[in-house]
């Protein structure tokens, strides 16, 4: 086409029109960065899967163990409709989605909703706003997240990229705990005779629990890799019960996010993951195929009394080389190299490991922690005792029944959902709002435990307006133990600001506070025999739960709940229920 052709009145005219509807209507312009809608179908069903040359039924999405990948990119729409065949109450939690205004699709039973019951369903609803990176759902009532769980994978926006290196390949990698009898009984006969729950029978990766287990050679993931390629390992601890290490033989790891949030990166032969954490990390593969197989393995990091799967779960990092290739040893031939891994009850390598974890703190990336505090919480949070019911023997300690609690109080899931209690301000004789901001009995949280360890039980909340600059101290105790507990906070990341061992000094603590550059997360594990300060934002309306991971103390109460307030601007206030939300 000539010059002439370019500049004629036609073209021009053409050309200002084109123009003016771009400036008229700038969602066209937008139209490519806007996300868009993905429906998915979860059907839950029963399926008999075998593990430990035990063959058992149990509760699945679209019968896959673990269950289906969900994807999308930053800004788009989820839509999941979730059937209900099997005859548990079901509901399920995005775990780490911030749920910004669409608290009723939150997924916690009697938090949120109630229960998706047999033969009913429901869809989830709601947009992925300011978050890309690995998180993942789970069911969330009772024990049923040990087999209903899947990744929930968040890609940047469309012509985004990483802010590190793009990797040749992206591999989800989920850690399970698997047991050979029902979860549900195991709970179930814990919580009816007051005694610790029975331990899963072995650690599963993507499901598979690997040749140091009996009977499981067979079941053993691998991961087939080229060499000089970087790979990005989309790591999700979906256990029930466990923090684990996990390390790869002669391999080091890049760590670059944490709980779908870009950190600073830094490198480390072994990694901690707590139940409800994921960790982004590149693997960079050696040049050239070395004539070796490489155990990937995670064992349990425990410092509590009580018992624990003391098993290592085993993957295998295999290189692929060239049939051609005169090096190349047959797969069976070549030796099987072991990583070392902390022990058991290593508590300083946790904590130096949980120190490195810094936010990138950019301009893309900023880091907006609050630097003023509204309102400061104190809570401790460990295990405590409940009493025997009358004409019953218990096995807990000293003949009472184990429990757990929040500055002494142990959370009791109420008959009605939270969410709608509040929403339709009906919530007499369903909760109080008189949840402690410090504990009512201070003690000396981490030496010599009280002799009265009995809880309080209640459904206790705490209320807070809307855009509220929070602080909480989160104090272990060492009543039953000192140990590790990771607190997640649905609805809501939250910066870590502080932590240390021993009890919380409010004096000189806060001084050394970073409020520049700390992690942003939704889990974080609260040191054993020690404390964890965290800050956030409370500009998101709802009840937002607030939990240890740990599924044996979530179920003994470990949990209370926030209910955040209504802004003053239409867009501050949380709309109405779906006309689908589960009744009871």
Sequence with gaps: MGTSALLSPAFLMTFLVAVGCLMAYPEVVNAKLAGITRHYKFNIKLKNITRLC????????????????????????LVVKVVNYVPNNISIHWHGVRQLRSGWADGPSYITQFPIQTGQSYVYNFTIRGQRGTLFWHAHISWLRATVYGPLII????????????????????????????????????????????????????????PLYNCSAKDTYKLKVKPGKTYLLRLINAALNDELFFSIANHSFTVVEADAVYVKPFETNTLVIAP?????????????????????????????????????????????????????TSLKNRPL????????????????????????????????????????????????????????TCQGPNGTKFAASMNNFSFALPRTALLQSHFFSQSNGVYTTDFPAFPLNP????????????????????????????????????ILGAESHPLHLHGYNFYVVGQGFGNFDPNNDPAKFNLVDPVERNTVGVPSGGWVAIRFQADNPGVWLMHCHFDVHLSWGLRMAW???DGKLPNQKLPPPPSDLPKC
């Design 54 to 77: 035990l063959t058992k039924s149990i509760v699945t999405v679209n019968r896959k163990f673990p269950g289906p990948r969900v994807i999308a990119r930053e800004g788009d729409r």
């Design 155 to 210: 890609l940047p926006k469309r012509n985004e990229s990483y802010p590190f290196v793009k990797p040749y390949k992206e591999v989800p990698i989920l850690f399970g705990e698997w047991f050979n009898v029902d979860p549900e009984a195991v709970i179930n006969q814990s919580l009816q005779t007051g005694a610790g729950p029975n331990v899963s029978d072995a650690y599963t990766l993507n499901g598979l629990p690997g």
């Design 337 to 392: 190299l072991k990583p070392g891994l902390p022990a058991i009850n290593a508590t300083n390598f946790v904590a130096n490991f949980s120190s490195k974890f810094r936010s990138l703190a950019t301009t893309k990336f900023p880091a907006n922690v609050p630097q003023k505090v509204d309102k400061m919480f104190f809570f401790t949070v460990g295990l405590g005792s409940s009493p025997c019911p009358k004409n019953q």
């Design 563 to 565: 209910i955040v307030l």
């Design 276 to 328: 409800g954490q994921t960790t982004n990390v590149l693997l960079k593969t050696k040049y050239q195929a070395p004539n070796a197989t490489f155990f990937m393995l995670a064992r349990p990091y425990f410092t509590g009394m009580g018992t624990f799967d003391n098993t290592t779960v085993a993957g295998i990092l295999e290189y692929e080389t060239p049939l051609n290739s005169s090096s190349s």
């Design 443 to 478: 003690f000396n949280y981490t030496s010599i435990p009280p002799n009265n360890t009995i809880v309080t039980n209640g459904t206790k909340v705490v209320v807070i307006p809307f855009n509220t600059s929070v602080e909480v101290v989160l104090q272990d105790t060492s």
